[in-house]
């Protein structure tokens, strides 16, 4: 078992930028490959960006890409989502998740693929 727990969320201006933080406990957060995802009102779950367990692959869907940046430091067992630029269709709940990498983390879009889901954290952006 993993948990994660998202932070970070709030209420920002358009064209401000926020930080998510997902801390992970249980197994070896190292070893897990982890993803973020969002949900806006009446949508589906929709992917964000993903990240490998080194750290040193990283990939994003096209519609963030430029404006968020993924890390993580598994020396601290946290991954991170830097978002700026923000836009109100970036409202959304953020999810992060963990997913065991098999593959390129460029598969790891879906998110049927990943096990485990902190319960979200809420990014809204006003105009």
């Known amino acids: 078992q993993v948990q994660l727990v998202e932070s970070g969320g709030g209420l920002v201006q358009a064209g401000g930028s926020l930080r998510l933080s997902c801390a992970a406990s249980?197994?070896?957060?190292?070893?897990?490959?982890m993803g973020w995802f969002r949900q806006a009102p009446g949508k589906e779950r929709e992917f964000v960006a993903a990240?490998?367990?080194?750290?040193?692959?990283?990939y994003y869907a096209d519609s963030v890409k430029g404006r968020f940046t993924i890390s993580r430091d598994n020396a601290k067992d946290s991954v991170y989502l830097q978002i700026n630029s923000l836009k109100p269709e970036d409202t959304a709940v953020y999810y992060c998740?963990?997913?065991?990498?098999?593959?390129?983390?460029?598969?790891?879009?879906?998110?049927?693929?990943?096990?485990?889901w902190g319960q979200g954290t809420q990014v809204t952006v006003s105009s």
């Open positions: 990240i490998n367990p080194a750290g040193d692959s990283t």
């Open positions: 249980g197994r070896t957060f190292s070893r897990f490959g």
């Open positions: 998740a963990a997913v065991w990498v098999y593959r390129s983390i460029s598969y790891y879009t879906r998110w049927e693929q990943y096990s485990y």
